[in-house]
């Protein structure tokens, strides 16, 4: 079992995630299953991007330049110049400081007070979870 978040309900990481169904394959109770994306659906992940990528490589853009979900080629990045961006975004500090998506704090709450089962899903690695459950 994966350890559970803030809310009470569990985080998944690099990509897989127990679902947890009834054998009619929905989720267990009557309420909804609801799987909430943590980069750029919980918290503002590319805000935190641009500026790293401009102190680290010399390179500025705007939200607007990203235009690619693969953010190496988006920022133009070689190989090691892309690992060391992601290494750097996945430091305690940085995950600390990414601010939640506008209406979130309330929202994720209210669905788990509705009885929702509302599940924090990412493709980030396993080491993520621990440091993100501590701000999220």
Do not use: K
Not at 55 to 77: K, V
Not at 97 to 115: K, N, R, S, Y
């Amino acid at each position: 079992r994966l350890p559970s978040s803030p809310w009470g309900s569990l985080y998944c990481a690099d990509g897989v995630c127990p679902i947890r169904t009834d054998p009619a394959g929905g989720c267990m109770s009557e309420s909804r299953c609801i799987y909430v994306d943590f980069d750029d659906v919980l918290c503002r992940t590319a805000d935190q991007f641009l500026p790293i990528v401009a102190r680290e490589f010399g390179r500025t853009y705007a939200f607007e330049d990203i235009h690619a979900f693969n953010l190496q080629e988006s920022f133009e990045l070689n190989a090691d110049e892309y690992e060391h961006l992601m290494h750097l975004m996945h430091e305690p500090d940085i995950l600390a400081a990414m601010a939640p998506m506008p209406g979130m704090l309330e929202t994720v709450p209210d669905w788990i007070a509705a009885g929702h089962d509302v599940s924090v899903v990412t493709g980030r690695p396993a080491a993520f979870v621990i440091v993100g459950r501590s701000r999220w």
